[in-house]
């Protein structure tokens, strides 16, 4: 028969069941590894069905070698049990057909099985392992040419050429798909380690708002003006639970939600304006505030709070002290209604303005690039819209849209 014909047939029965336990192992993302096992197991026992089946198409002399494969596959995927029992399967087979000694396969699966023991305790490159496999397959098949009637050393020889061929192929295929395995593992791992981190970044940039909030004002705290103290308590109040709602949607690890309220948008500019002062101060920079018409709007008060200190924040930190000036606009139309906050500050460049909205993305030295992203992410949660034009060395305006409705 021809020798690239025989090739064809140890593929289809043989190597395509495991190349299809490979395909499912590698694309089916969350599969666990004891059902990763368990599919192995049967596609091992489907090629044996097949082998056993079909054999008849394979030549005699072909056919020890070409089974064996089977049974070297399963050593090699750590799967020795099934490699065993596969091996007495086919033992049968092989007295009775092919006219082998039954001690020569014992010692052959016994060494096949210790060998695949050592090796596993040891850091031995996979190939030492298969060539250990073809030394003990051609020796015990060397060792029983003798009783073969036919005596085709030749083919004998063959066989072997064959079996090497195809068993290195198939050595490399099992490695390479354990490395994208191990690959798609690991990338598992930095994607869970990557979105703890993201959240951890979150709470960091977040809380950093409101404790300096709270520690301006107890700067500012005078115990012998009662009306300013009164005043001020009620602003590190509001701060302090607005860090708690924080570390409870954070603690969380999910999307941004909103619970929406009627809020007058009069009481929001003027809170974020009292929270806000401290830090104006402590920068040296102006700032206005504008409010058109008073206009009540569905939205989430504490969130959207967090959105405007955020922006306005970013602003004044782009300004120069003492020349800054950091205005905050606020009108409607008949859907939506806008806020506007401008400044005279450095402004950004082309790269900058292309990133402004991608998650990690700063130019602050100790920035964690999610003040904008998390901005962005509450507006949307609003089915708003938030954009920034700027002009380098010029100014930035943030411009916020949220419907009326």
Not at 130 to 142: A, D, E, F, G, K
Request: charged share 20%; aromatic share 10%.
């Amino acid at each position: 028969m021809n020798i690239i014909l025989i090739l064809i047939i140890n593929a289809i029965l043989i190597i395509t069941p495991i190349l299809i336990y490979q395909y499912f192992s590698l694309y089916i993302q969350n599969m666990k590894k004891e059902k990763i096992d368990i599919l192995l197991s049967i596609a091992l026992f489907f090629s044996l069905f097949l082998v056993i089946n079909y054999k008849t198409y394979i030549p005699i002399n072909y056919q020890f070698t070409s089974l064996m494969l089977l049974v070297v596959i399963a050593f090699l995927n750590r799967k020795p049990k099934e490699g065993l029992l596969i091996g007495i399967v086919l033992s049968e087979y092989f007295v009775k057909n092919l006219n082998y000694s039954i001690g020569s396969l014992i010692i052959l699966f016994v060494l096949m099985y210790v060998v695949n023991t050592i090796y596993m305790k040891t850091n031995k490159k996979h190939i030492y392992l298969v060539n250990t496999y073809v030394l003990l397959i051609s020796i015990t098949l060397l060792f029983n040419t003798r009783k073969i009637i036919t005596k085709e050393y030749l083919d004998i020889i063959l066989s072997i050429v064959i079996f090497s061929a195809i068993l290195y192929i198939i050595s490399n295929a099992i490695t390479i798909a354990k490395d994208i395995l191990n690959l798609h593992s690991n990338l598992k791992e930095f994607e869970k380690e990557k979105e703890i981190k993201s959240s951890l970044f979150k709470i960091t940039h977040e809380i950093k708002n409101p404790i300096a909030v709270v520690k301006g004002y107890i700067d500012m705290f005078d115990p012998s003006d009662k009306i300013k103290s009164k005043r001020y308590i009620n602003i590190m109040k509001s701060e302090i639970d607005r860090t708690l709602n924080l570390l409870t949607d954070f603690s969380e690890f999910s999307k941004i939600k909103v619970n929406k309220e009627n809020i007058d948008i009069n009481i929001l500019i003027d809170d974020v304006k009292e929270v806000l002062i401290p830090f104006f101060k402590a920068k040296n920079v102006n700032f206005y505030f504008e409010v058109e018409d008073e206009e009540v709007i569905p939205i989430d008060y504490l969130r959207m709070k967090q959105v405007i200190i955020n922006i306005i924040k970013n602003a004044v930190e782009a300004c120069s002290p003492n020349i800054g000036i950091v205005s905050t606009t606020v009108f409607k139309d008949t859907e939506s209604l806008y806020i506007y906050v401008k400044d005279n500050g450095c402004g950004m460049n082309k790269d900058v303005m292309d990133n402004i909205l991608v998650p990690f993305y700063t130019t602050k030295e100790k920035g964690t690039g999610l003040g904008v992203s998390l901005s962005k992410e509450i507006v949307e949660a609003h089915k708003g819209n938030i954009s920034y034009t700027s002009t380098y060395q010029k100014g930035t305006v943030c411009k916020i849209s949220l419907p009326l409705k």
